[in-house]
């Protein structure tokens, strides 16, 4: 009787255990599908080749990279040497043959973005918690490959209108597992950034994921702004936005910072103008300066051609303690559009660290933040779509910073169709006299701060 005992616990054990490692979503399995089984060859090129250092690993979401989300794509990612692994209806089994079947010894990426699950409770392949594991699964298969890679895993998006959904249901359950399943593991991060998408009552937005599952070109910039920070982070990125640097050797940037120094030294200042060439441009509308910044007592801190490293350095190494402003204008960060491994955030970063560097200096200051002025001709352009994605970032950068204001008048300079005229900035940047009477116009009631 015992014998029979102890055989009937090792069936239930080896049933257990079979049970276990059926579970659909980790065991490896491909598609037939020829376009699947061609985007695959694609990445096993591209794998051959080396030089890759970050995996974006997902289904139809990740995929839509190069869709919807390829403007976004490019502000933030393209200089990152990333892959897209991301294959639209995929599920975990899926990711995990094709992690199986890429050449992962040619590369060394330093970090992998997941989202992936959706598909398992859509398809009614797997049950949440089956779809859980398989997210478990593909981190392992990442860690047993490259066992100091840096892994963000997302929370599965939100789908369905409404909170009560079926399948929102769902997702929401296949997360509330992933705390627990990925507690402990080395060099893993669990990020929620589902509720960015989401109205306060939990419903999805259209204007977000129209179909209520991918996003459109709206949530991708949501995606790339929220992770944005915890990427930095993993990839081990250093910011030269934030990191002061000087031009001293040109002369004529040294002389005008001289010129600044005394002009400071001699104290009687009482507003701050600081920028690059659009503000240094201010000093050919001498009579529209002094009627409109005149009374406020300003200094013209805009030097041709700066990116906010190069505002922060001038900072540093001006007499501020011989002045006591009450206000700052700060219209700063489109020359940093020109390195393309700026990502849009870490050029906003740049503008809050010269917000942060002014309030140190004077608690009390009242500084009003300019929206980068747009530029290039047309709202498509990549430089004007750079600007416009800074510029989404600072509402969230500044938000319950004592005393600063963030100011948009960027639509005063653009037609109905969003296009930049050649009669208000005849390089599709800098202001003429139109556009710096515009600029005037707009700003001057908002000047009585700096009384």
């Known amino acids: 009787m015992k014998r029979m005992l102890l055989s009937v616990g090792t069936i239930l054990l080896l049933t257990v255990g079979s049970l276990y ?132 895993i997302l929370n599965v998006f939100p789908r369905d209108e409404k909170p009560d959904g079926g399948l929102r249901k769902k997702v929401d359950e296949i997360n509330s597992y992933l705390p627990e399943l990925l507690q402990g593991e080395k060099n893993v991060t669990l990020l929620d950034i589902n509720a960015k998408f989401l109205e306060k009552d939990g419903t999805l937005p259209k204007e977000i994921m129209p179909d209520f599952l991918h996003p459109q070109e709206k949530g991708y910039g949501i995606w790339a702004r929220a992770v944005e920070p915890k990427l930095i982070e993993l990839l081990g990125e250093e910011n030269p936005a934030t990191k002061p640097a000087e031009k001293l050797s040109q002369q004529w940037w040294a002389d005008r910072q001289a010129a600044n120094i005394a002009q400071m030294e001699k104290g009687d200042i009482g507003i701050l103008m600081i920028g690059d060439s659009i503000t240094h441009g201010w000093e050919s509308q001498k009579e529209l300066w002094d009627a409109t910044f005149g009374p406020y007592k300003p200094i013209n801190l805009g030097f041709g051609g700066d990116q906010t490293q190069h505002v922060l350095w001038r900072l540093d190494h001006l007499p501020l303690d011989k002045i006591s402003p009450k206000g700052a204008m700060i219209m700063i960060g489109t020359n940093n559009t020109g390195n393309p491994k700026n990502t849009p955030y870490e050029i906003a970063l740049g503008i809050k660290a010269i917000v942060e560097k002014l309030q140190a200096k004077y608690p009390d200051i009242k500084i009003a933040v300019l929206d980068v002025f747009p530029r290039s001709e047309k709202p498509n352009d990549p430089l004007r779509l750079k600007v416009d994605e800074i510029n989404a970032n600072l509402p969230d950068l500044l938000k319950g910073m004592k005393n600063v204001h963030l100011i948009d008048i960027n639509a005063k300079f653009l037609d109905e169709k969003k296009e930049l005229s050649k009669n208000i900035m005849p390089d599709y940047l800098h202001p003429n006299d139109i556009g710096y009477k515009i600029w005037a116009e707009a700003v001057e009631p908002l000047l009585q701060y700096a009384k």
């Open 21 to 152: 490692a059926q579970n659909v979503a980790t065991t490896p399995a491909d598609k037939a599908d020829e376009w699947w089984v061609k985007r695959h060859a694609a990445n096993v090129e591209q794998m051959q080749k080396g030089d890759i250092e970050l995996l974006m690993i997902g289904d139809s979401i990740t995929h839509g990279w190069e869709g919807a989300g390829k403007k976004t794509w490019d502000m933030y990612y393209a200089a990152r040497k990333p892959i897209n692994l991301g294959f639209s209806g995929d599920r975990t089994e899926n990711v995990l043959w094709r992690l199986d079947h890429l050449p992962l010894e040619k590369i060394t990426p330093k970090a992998a973005v997941l989202m992936i699950g959706t598909n398992n409770v859509g398809h009614g392949s797997s049950n949440p918690r089956e779809a859980a594991e398989g997210i478990k699964a593909i981190v392992e298969r990442l860690k047993k490959a490259y066992p100091e890679i840096k892994i963000l």
